[in-house]
């Protein structure tokens, strides 16, 4: 099954104690895995590991009580991090800030305009693409906890007993994960890998990584920060084109996200709620020193496999993550970063759509193209290129093959007309078919377009319309339009004089015409 097919049975929200305890350990699970994640995103954009640590505070917090899908989890992500790293290393962790708030502009603007809605335009093969592309770039994220450094600053892989130690840790956390749900459900299996391998490593004093390794996460809360950047222009047009495609890239993996949790939950979502929740979350973050955030698949993932349905688990995620920073930091850095890889890899394998390869074969040559496509731009650039070129390549097919199925049955009217009864969309793509089916040099002086099983789509189809009303006139004949829909002759009104064509009116439009009376098939063309 893909992660975006494999529903989960519905479940009671009712908020019984049981409900309250599945949503409450579902949040502690999730916080911990945001911790290494936050961390990491940190290091990646080049600012303190406490910016990305609030950034996935507060985003968490935000979009879980405002946005539009229950169960979803936000936070800071990679996907924003790559996109940060110039910005930072030119300019400074200052001008971060002013660009998370000017992206949260953006990002409400979107919403009140409601142009979430335009995610419903994204194909089924580019959501595929989408998720394999995520699981696999999840799947690299984490091959950097199995490098150490080198002594000369950089880092190299591990060796030895160290790497088997991890391996064999990762792999005792993910056999946890894959066990336990079929021994009981009323433990998240994810925080029950995780506790049972720190309780092992500490235990026994293992030497492995823990997160305390990785950097401290003790701090207090965030203050109000207004960032100090120069008010004026050259400030702006600095930092407009990284808010910019911060807003983009946000919004896009959180509305893939909010597609992915409805369907795995059989529920709605509320894709203008979530771009005004998201955009609320990081102007605030802007303020408070954090670096940004969106939706996190693997996050997200993680909390309703462990049975989160409400806005709860988010809640208490943000919260127990908030605990650690100012009161458990010493605890949660003692946990062995071989456990929170486990818990990804698992993520990882439930997240890829593996049916997507075996249907392969069993899917349009164009649809498994864009699969792999979208799969491949999402490990190699950011995911926002990878759905744009994935919908352009689906819209491009889509073209291309309406265009081909343009035709017409050709006969003659009882009054000795030559009708041309077209089948198929009339538009850019198909007007070069559309002019093949007309023989104007032997056709009688009246010629008849039959569109009632046509339609006229856009300014090219109006065009290519005209063009042949004028070699009809130049050949001393006329041309008539019949059964146009009520869109296509509001398209004509809007051309005005550009389609200078008779238009037989049809009083009975919506009903049948015989045309065992009016019409005699003789072929058909196209």
């Given at each position: 099954?893909?992660?975006r097919?494999?529903?989960?049975?519905?479940?009671?929200?009712?908020?019984?104690?049981?409900?309250?305890?599945?949503e409450?350990?579902?949040?502690?699970?999730?916080?911990?895995?945001?911790?290494?994640?936050?961390?990491?995103?940190?290091?990646v954009?080049?600012?303190?590991?406490?910016?990305?640590?609030y950034?996935?505070?507060?985003?968490?917090?935000?979009?879980?009580?405002?946005g539009?899908?229950p169960?979803?989890?936000?936070?800071?992500?990679?996907?924003?991090?790559?996109?940060?790293?110039?910005?930072?290393?030119?300019?400074?962790v200052?001008?971060?800030?002013?660009?998370?708030?000017l992206?949260g502009?953006?990002?409400i603007?979107?919403?009140?305009?409601r142009w979430?809605?335009f995610?419903?335009?994204?194909?089924?093969?580019?959501m595929?693409?989408?998720?394999?592309?995520?699981?696999?770039?999840i799947?690299?994220a984490?091959?950097?906890?199995?490098?150490?450094p080198?002594?000369?600053?950089?880092?190299?892989?591990?060796?030895?007993?160290?790497?088997?130690?991890?391996?064999?840790?990762?792999?005792?956390?993910?056999?946890?994960?894959?066990?336990?749900?079929?021994?009981?459900?009323?433990?998240?299996?994810?925080?029950?890998?995780?506790?049972?391998?720190?309780?092992?490593?500490?235990?026994?004093?293992?030497?492995?990584r823990?997160?305390?390794?990785?950097?401290s996460?003790?701090?207090?809360?965030?203050?109000?920060?207004?960032?100090?950047?120069?008010?004026?222009?050259?400030?702006?047009?600095?930092?407009?084109?990284?808010?910019?495609?911060?807003?983009a890239?946000?919004?896009?993996?959180s509305?893939?996200?909010?597609?992915?949790?409805?369907?795995l939950?059989?529920?709605?979502?509320g894709?203008?709620?979530e771009?005004?929740?998201?955009?609320?979350?990081?102007?605030?973050?802007?303020?408070?020193?954090g670096?940004?955030?969106?939706?996190?698949?693997?996050?997200?993932?993680?909390?309703?496999?462990?049975?989160?349905?409400?806005?709860?688990?988010?809640i208490?995620?943000?919260?127990?993550?908030?605990?650690?920073?100012?009161?458990?930091?010493?605890?949660?850095?003692?946990?062995?970063?071989?456990?929170?890889?486990?818990?990804?890899?698992?993520?990882v394998i439930?997240?890829?759509?593996?049916?997507?390869?075996?249907?392969?074969?069993?899917?349009?040559?164009?649809?498994?193209?864009?699969?792999?496509l979208?799969?491949?731009?999402?490990?190699?650039?950011?995911?926002?290129?990878?759905?744009?070129?994935?919908?352009?390549?689906?819209?491009?097919?889509?073209?291309?093959?309406?265009?081909?199925?343009?035709?017409?049955?050709?006969g003659?009217?009882?009054?000795?007309?030559?009708?041309?009864?077209?089948?198929?969309p009339?538009?850019f793509?198909?007007?070069?078919?559309?002019?093949?089916?007309f023989d104007?040099?032997?056709?009688?002086d009246?010629?008849?377009?039959?569109?009632?099983?046509?339609?006229?789509?856009?300014?090219?189809?109006?065009?290519?319309?005209?063009?042949?009303?004028?070699k009809?006139?130049a050949?001393?004949?006329?041309?008539?339009?019949?059964?146009l829909?009520?869109d296509c002759?509001?398209?004509?009104?809007?051309?005005?004089?550009?389609?200078?064509?008779?238009?037989?009116?049809?009083?009975?439009?919506e009903?049948?015409?015989?045309?065992?009376?009016k019409f005699?098939?003789?072929?058909?063309?196209?």
């Amino acid at each position: 099954m893909t992660a975006r097919a494999e529903a989960i049975a519905p479940v009671s929200t009712n908020l019984t104690p049981n409900r309250i305890k599945t949503e409450l350990l579902a949040g502690l699970t999730v916080a911990l895995a945001l911790v290494p994640e936050a961390v990491a995103f940190a290091f990646v954009a080049g600012v303190n590991p406490l910016v990305g640590l609030y950034a996935a505070f507060l985003v968490g917090l935000i979009t879980s009580v405002a946005g539009g899908r229950p169960g979803m989890i936000s936070g800071a992500t990679g996907a924003l991090a790559v996109v940060m790293v110039s910005l930072v290393a030119q300019h400074g962790v200052e001008y971060l800030f002013a660009t998370v708030v000017l992206m949260g502009i953006i990002q409400i603007v979107v919403g009140l305009l409601r142009w979430g809605k335009f995610m419903r335009m994204v194909p089924h093969p580019v959501m595929l693409g989408f998720v394999n592309g995520l699981a696999i770039v999840i799947f690299l994220a984490q091959l950097g906890q199995f490098k150490v450094p080198d002594g000369s600053g950089g880092f190299t892989w591990m060796g030895g007993t160290d790497l088997y130690l991890m391996l064999g840790l990762v792999a005792l956390t993910m056999v946890v994960i894959w066990l336990l749900p079929k021994v009981t459900r009323a433990f998240p299996a994810p925080l029950a890998g995780i506790l049972a391998v720190s309780a092992l490593v500490i235990g026994l004093d293992l030497d492995t990584r823990s997160v305390g390794d990785l950097a401290s996460i003790a701090g207090g809360l965030p203050d109000f920060h207004i960032p100090m950047v120069p008010l004026n222009w050259d400030t702006f047009m600095i930092i407009l084109p990284y808010a910019v495609v911060m807003a983009a890239v946000g919004l896009i993996e959180s509305l893939l996200t909010l597609n992915l949790v409805a369907d795995l939950t059989n529920t709605k979502g509320g894709a203008s709620r979530e771009c005004l929740a998201q955009g609320a979350a990081n102007i605030v973050t802007g303020f408070f020193g954090g670096m940004g955030g969106c939706a996190m698949i693997g996050q997200s993932m993680i909390n309703v496999k462990s049975g989160a349905r409400t806005r709860i688990a988010g809640i208490a995620a943000a919260l127990f993550l908030l605990s650690f920073i100012l009161f458990a930091s010493r605890l949660i850095e003692q946990i062995p970063v071989a456990s929170l890889v486990g818990v990804m890899f698992m993520v990882v394998i439930g997240t890829f759509a593996w049916t997507s390869l075996k249907i392969m074969h069993r899917i349009p040559m164009i649809d498994a193209l864009v699969i792999v496509l979208v799969t491949v731009v999402t490990v190699l650039t950011d995911l926002a290129m990878a759905v744009v070129v994935g919908v352009i390549v689906s819209a491009l097919a889509y073209a291309w093959n309406a265009a081909s199925r343009i035709s017409a049955r050709i006969g003659v009217s009882k009054e000795g007309w030559k009708v041309y009864r077209l089948s198929g969309p009339l538009f850019f793509g198909s007007t070069t078919g559309f002019q093949d089916i007309f023989d104007i040099n032997n056709d009688p002086d009246d010629v008849v377009i039959d569109f009632i099983d046509s339609r006229v789509v856009d300014h090219s189809g109006l065009e290519v319309i005209d063009a042949l009303a004028s070699k009809y006139e130049a050949a001393g004949k006329r041309l008539h339009l019949r059964h146009l829909s009520p869109d296509c002759q509001k398209l004509l009104e809007k051309a005005g004089s550009l389609v200078e064509v008779s238009i037989l009116e049809d009083p009975d439009y919506e009903v049948a015409v015989d045309y065992g009376h009016k019409f005699d098939p003789v072929e058909k063309a196209g």
